[in-house]
């Protein structure tokens, strides 16, 4: 019986367009691609999408590094490039308030801090749906590090074995259901495609596998009462 779903954020709930952010400086494909590769690719981008690194110790250990690129290094952290960088999943959304009818939802993600404050604008009703959140950059950790999965099953008390988990990383899948962690669902969130019929689809058959379950109890209560 599932009680819980976890959904992620990057690739679920948010699309990203890094390249086509890029846009809006103007900069031609090869810098585009050099500045994605600096920012969100390198060794630093990974110890501060763990919070090992806050945002200023981040963009100066960046610009130390390749300090010909401070002007465009500077730019990925505005505003207006978050903006366009990050993308509602409306759709996706829209799932997870209709499956918080019926299940406690929560949010597990990868997500750098600097992206806090533009997820948040996006999705600024969340809380109304949610039963709690937890992201990488706060417990300095990772998906598919196991020790992320166990804090998140601890700190809000979940049963591995009553959780889904929607993710679009196939190796955070395989951490998640894996025998160590136990989280009995892993559904691979691919876009754009049916993933969002076939997860409500998976998780409307078994809530009314649920219902089903609850009614032969009432039942047999009632053959009980009556004897």
Same mark, same amino acid.
């Given at each position: +019986?599932?009680?819980? %779903?976890?959904?992620? %954020?990057?690739g679920v709930l948010v699309r990203f367009d890094i390249l086509g952010a890029c846009n809006i400086f103007g900069w031609n494909k090869d810098l585009k691609k050099e500045i994605a590769e600096i920012v969100f690719q390198g060794e630093e981008s990974q110890n501060y999408i763990e919070g090992k690194y806050d945002t200023l110790m981040f963009t100066k250990t960046l610009i130390k590094r390749y300090p010909k690129r401070r002007k465009e290094i500077n730019e990925v952290f505005?505003?207006?490039?978050?903006?366009?960088? +990050?993308?509602?999943?409306?759709?996706t959304y829209d799932l997870l308030k209709e499956l918080s009818?019926?299940?406690?939802?929560?949010?597990?993600?990868?997500?750098?801090?600097?992206m806090l404050k533009r997820f948040n604008e996006m999705f600024g009703d969340i809380d109304n749906y949610?039963?709690?959140?937890?992201?990488?950059?706060? %417990?300095?950790?990772?998906?598919?590090?196991?020790?992320?999965?166990d804090l998140f099953l601890h700190r809000f008390n979940l049963n591995p074995a009553e959780t889904a988990f929607i993710d679009d990383t196939k190796e955070n899948i395989i951490a998640a259901t894996s025998k160590d962690i136990g989280i009995k669902v892993g559904i691979h969130y691919k876009w754009p495609d049916e993933t969002n019929l076939k997860i409500y689809l998976l998780l409307l058959k078994d809530l009314q596998a649920n219902k089903e379950t609850d009614e032969k109890k009432r039942k047999e209560m009632l053959e009980i009462e009556k004897v």
């Open positions: +019986m599932i009680k819980n %779903v976890v959904f992620d %954020v990057s505005t505003d207006e490039f978050l903006r366009t960088l +990050m993308l509602p999943n409306e759709d009818q019926h299940y406690n939802v929560y949010i597990l993600s990868n997500l750098y801090t600097f949610i039963k709690g959140s937890m992201f990488s950059c706060d %417990v300095k950790m990772k998906k598919p590090d196991p020790k992320i999965f």
